[in-house]
């Protein structure tokens, strides 16, 4: 990963340079010095290009003489209507134009120091490799990037402007690292191991056990993991961040982490069954939330609870027909053992809010394939029994580019998940499939705001995005991250 | 249909003690309130009868043979639809009901009459009735204080009621009664309420470049038909469009379904139903807002003749049309049908409807239609709409990914996307996203709204407002669309 500093603008002496250009406009400050210092080259190649500076255009010159290995000249669309996800995506596509260089200047001076540090939050978030099991790689395809400028006429201001995001990007790191991780090394055990890493940002970090959790009368989430050979955790990540005197009650976050998901005694299909890793990515979100949180000392009280498990077929599995009754007294018909995640969710929603009496609930899981059949990829699916703070995860996501579509609530669905034996089923049936999950989750939520992410759809990405390599995609850490900073901080 | 009475309550009441057992006396009852009648009250407390909106109590031997009725909270006109209908469902087996409503505003008692006439629905054409005990009362009587002051209220309610049970007819009937011909002659007979109608086949559509309908419908023995029905309204406007899918019977064509419950596939032209009953309901109550429905009729059947994955259409619009799934039929020939009606009336807005995918189930349940489009203030008047008459609907988006999947290698675009691309194993695609988007490409620039109405086209099991089977959703709706929404400037 690239380190990236602030600098005075100045030509480089060797390298790549980066020119961000807006639609029309002429050459100015760094690009006009890198124009005189080339004897024109920068000119007669961008017009040979057809470069105009359009948002998401780019061309590379190479050796366009000054000593520089290349320019590349990333267009930014129209100058007034750059805002921040423009720069943050002009940043991702400098970051892939320039990796094979050691040394690059993003010529940011003709930005505001605060879209420079978002050309350079862009620019991280792009960076994000997960290398650690490549033991045989070539040199040739790695990156080489290993020190970036970001040349802003304001450079003190842009490098302070960059410092939260910074934190926030390393939550984002932390959850793509958990995400990516495979099954046989990320077990519930030591996912809660790695959630003890945040302790050094100040974050007190209680694990719980499967002793605890059958004292406390988990049945739900025990029933799940019964049949895995590794014991299943669970992790309450807190932070108290608010100032003293203006203290108010705790918001929380609560994360789906299902390790591994073969479905249980009703497995699977063979075909992609390997993506069920990143069932844990509700949870890995939560995680790297809280790093982002305390990583920027948010003024807040948040706190963050993991339900890890594992979902395995075998003798002491649970059984389709099972019943289990919940933390909360209330008793499951366990009709499909794949349905596991809102079973997961149930205990540890009631738990927290028990223990700690949140003014409100978001809840993260990769839930439902009928998710993906409702809306694809681009979007989560949003449910909540509380509009404004629907409007509040809605608005966030949007600022951030993690956008969410409210989906609906209600009797007639509550209905399809009627058991004949106990207080509930665990599914619907195919119809309104993620509609249903959501009101079984609802079941458990007691009289509190609440709202229910469904990230099955973009918790992974099979395809590069500017800010987000394909892969573990980090969906809701800036999302949330980004609602607490506009509507529960001081 | 049924041919409502309406009669002053005191001449009610004496025939409905003239007729004895045989008569049954349906009186609404507001939630939380007891009957004015202390036997009925005690009988009502007796059974713990709340008068929930739905909810209706036999009483036998109370002033013969009573029915209380449950309106809620008796203000809404669907609380009292609701009653209406309940009550007439637990009518069934009497001779005569008399529906008293004579102390309800003339819209009440319209609504009480007509949830009681929705509910009285059969389809007896194709077998001996008399066998039958489900037989709703032959005669029915709105008790009111005074019939004249009801009698408006009651035109436009039956001018729905007809448009609904027209449909109903329409979707219920099998797919060797009702084909593309046959189906064209049932329209053309909507002549006598002053529609103008045209069929538009064979070499005519050929002609017309129509090559989508023309292909769907070509392995048939039927062949497609293209049915435009215009009201002509009270004002110089430009039209209210309504555009409808009809496959007559869906086997999927070459692509072919399962055997499985393709039986069902006989409603596989609910919308192009729905579209001519909301237009026979704008005649029949007078309507000044100019409206067209076009209707594509066309039977996807197996054939010599039919049209194959691979096959490339030349549409309508111009545009080329890669075939990957004959089963993906229906956006086929609206493709055709949205087209030709956006370039021939220019319409004000232009709403489709269609029983499209199996994917808008997996999303929305069979409790709500999806509703996707282009115009944000017309989707928000459809929600409106549906709301107030029992037809619920769910916005959905089309993102730049759905328009992304179906770009076509050798066409300028694909029908869908192809089967198994999705994620986790490729089960799951967004298809009713997808397939909006595919629409959109042939709706022009004007307004338009697409409902996805599969799931909702048949009740599973008998409400209030319908026995079990064809629902007719999307009649009221449009009737009620056009009532708030286009004849405001008449």
Same mark, same amino acid.
């Given at each position: ?69 290349? !320019?590349?000249? !990333? ?93 926030? +990007?390393? /939550? ?16 519930? +055990? ?66 789906? /982490? ?62 389709? /027909? ?18 596991? /995640? ?149 | ?12 009441? =004496?025939? #409905? ?118 037989? *709703? ?9 005074? *019939? ?79 049915? $435009?029905? =215009?009201? *002509? ?28 419950? &393709?039986? @069902?596939?006989?409603? @596989? &032209? ?14 029949? =109550?007078?309507? *000044?807002?100019?409206?067209?429905? $076009? ?15 691979? @096959? ?35 319409? =004000?807005? &232009? ?19 999806? $509703? ?16 107030? $008459? ?43 996203? #997808? ?56």
């Amino acid at each position: 990963m690239p380190d990236i500093t602030f600098v005075k603008p100045a030509l480089p002496r060797g390298g790549a340079l980066v020119l961000l250009l807006a639609e029309g406009a002429a050459l100015a400050g760094l690009a006009k010095a890198a124009e005189e210092a080339t004897g024109g080259a920068v000119s007669r190649g961008l017009e040979a290009a057809k470069f105009k500076g359009a948002k998401g255009q780019s061309c590379t010159l190479w050796a366009p003489g000054a000593g520089l290995q290349k !320019i590349v000249a !990333i267009g930014l669309g129209k100058a007034d209507a750059l805002d921040t996800q423009g720069a943050e995506n002009a940043g991702g596509t400098a970051l892939t134009a320039v990796q094979q260089e050691r040394d690059a200047l993003i010529a940011a001076d003709g930005l505001t120091p605060a879209l420079a540090a978002s050309c350079a939050m862009g620019l991280r978030l792009r960076s994000y490799r997960f290398d650690r099991y490549r033991t045989t790689e070539k040199e040739d395809d790695k990156p080489k990037l290993e020190r970036v400028g970001i040349a802003s006429a304001e450079a003190a201001k842009a490098k302070a402007a960059f410092a939260p995001m910074q934190a926030v +990007a390393d /939550g984002v790191f932390l959850t793509r690292d958990l995400v990516s991780e495979p099954p046989n090394v990320l077990t519930p +055990a030591e996912m809660a191991e790695r959630c003890k890493a945040l302790e050094k940002l100040g974050v007190e970090v209680e694990i719980m056990g499967p002793r605890e959790m059958k004292r406390l009368g988990f049945g739900a989430l025990l029933g799940v993991a019964q049949g895995s050979a590794q014991e299943p955790r669970v992790v309450t990540m807190k932070w108290m961040g608010a100032p003293k005197g203006k203290k108010q009650k705790p918001v929380a976050f609560i994360g789906k /982490g299902v390790t591994f998901d073969t479905g249980g005694i009703s497995i699977k299909p063979a075909g992609g069954m390997e993506d069920m890793k990143w069932d844990m990515a509700g949870a890995g979100t939560v995680i790297g939330l809280m790093a982002a949180l305390a990583g920027r000392k948010a003024k807040a009280d948040v706190i963050g609870m993991v339900g890890l498990v594992e979902n395995m077929p075998s003798a002491t599995a649970q059984r389709p /027909g099972d019943v289990v009754k919940s933390y909360s007294g209330q008793t499951v018909e366990v009709i499909n053992t794949d349905a596991e /995640g809102r079973l997961v969710l149930a205990d540890v929603m009631w738990y927290c809010q028990e223990k700690y009496d949140p003014r409100f609930m978001v809840d993260l899981a990769t839930l439902t394939g009928a998710i993906i059949i409702a809306l694809g990829h681009e979007r989560a699916g949003l449910f909540s029994n509380d509009d404004t703070l629907a409007t509040h995860v809605k608005e966030a996501g949007s600022a951030v580019g993690e956008k969410a579509w409210r989906m609906p609530l209600g009797d007639a669905y509550d209905k399809q998940i009627k058991s004949d034996i106990a207080d509930m089923k665990n599914v619907g049936g195919r119809p309104g499939g993620s509609i249903t999950a959501a009101q079984f989750i609802q079941r458990f939520v007691n009289g509190k705001p609440w709202a229910h992410l469904d990230i099955a759809g973009t918790a992974w990405s099979s395809k590069d995005a500017p800010t987000v390599p394909k892969g573990a995609t980090a969906y809701g850490v800036r999302m949330l991250d980004r609602m607490v900073a506009d509507h529960y901080e001081g | 249909m049924v041919k409502l009475i309406l009669q002053r309550s005191t001449e009610a009441l =004496r025939r #409905h003690k003239a007729r004895g057992a045989e008569s049954a006396l349906i009186l609404p009852l507001v939630e939380g309130n007891a009957p004015d009648d202390p036997a009925l009250a005690a009988a009502a407390k007796a059974a713990r009868f709340t008068g929930k909106a739905g909810e209706a109590l036999c009483l036998p031997g109370r002033h013969g043979f009573t029915i209380l009725a449950g309106i809620g909270a008796g203000a809404a006109i669907s609380d009292w639809e609701a009653g209406g209908g309940a009550g007439m469902a637990a009518a069934a087996d009497r001779a005569q009901a008399i529906l008293l409503a004579d102390s309800a505003t003339p819209e009440q008692a319209a609504g009480f009459a007509a949830g009681a006439l929705l509910n009285a629905w059969r389809f007896n054409v194709l077998r001996d009735a008399s066998k039958n005990k489900d037989a *709703p009362p032959a005669r029915v009587t709105l008790a009111v204080a005074s *019939p004249t002051k009801v009698e408006p209220a009651w035109v436009r309610a039956e001018a729905m009621l007809r448009g609904v049970l027209f449909a109903r007819d329409l979707v219920v009937e099998p797919g060797n009664r009702l084909n593309p011909a046959s189906f064209a002659e049932r329209l053309s007979a909507l002549k006598e309420f002053g529609l103008k109608v045209e069929v538009l086949e064979g070499k005519r559509l050929m002609a017309l470049g129509m090559g989508a309908l023309c292909a769907v419908g070509g392995g048939a023995v039927h062949g497609p038909r293209l049915v $435009v029905l =215009r009201w *002509p309204g009270k004002v110089k406007a430009a039209q209210v469009a309504f555009v409808g899918k009809g496959i007559c019977f869906d086997t999927g064509g070459i692509s072919i379904k399962p055997a499985a419950g &393709m039986e @069902d596939m006989r409603a @596989d &032209m609910a919308g192009a139903a729905a579209a001519a009953g909301a237009i026979l309901a704008l005649a029949l =109550r007078q309507s *000044p807002a100019p409206a067209v429905a $076009v209707l594509a009729l066309a039977e996807n059947a197996i054939g010599a003749a039919s049209y194959r994955p691979g @096959d490339i259409l030349r549409s309508y619009s111009g545009k080329t049309i890669e075939v990957l799934d004959t089963d993906a039929e229906g956006r086929l020939i609206l493709a055709d049908a949205l087209a030709y009606t956006a370039a021939r009336f220019k319409p =004000r807005a &232009m709403i489709d409807l269609a029983t499209l995918t199996g994917s808008i189930i997996t999303a929305l349940g069979h409790h709500r239609a999806g $509703v996707f489009g282009n115009d944000e203030a017309l989707s928000a008047a459809l929600m409106a709409a549906g709301e107030a $008459v029992a037809e619920p609907l769910w916005p959905m988006p089309i993102d730049d990914e759905h328009r992304e999947v179906l770009k076509s290698d050798i066409a300028d675009l694909r029908q869908c996307a192809p089967a198994g691309s999705g994620a986790w194993g490729g089960r799951f695609l967004s298809d009713a996203c #997808h397939a909006a988007a595919f629409l959109r490409e042939f709706a022009g620039s004007g307004a338009w709204a697409h409902l996805d109405i599969a799931g909702v086209e048949t009740r599973e099991a008998a409400a209030p407002l319908g026995p079990k089977g064809p629902s007719g959703f999307g009649v009221r709706l449009l009737d009620h669309l056009v009532a708030m929404r286009f004849e405001g400037d008449a």
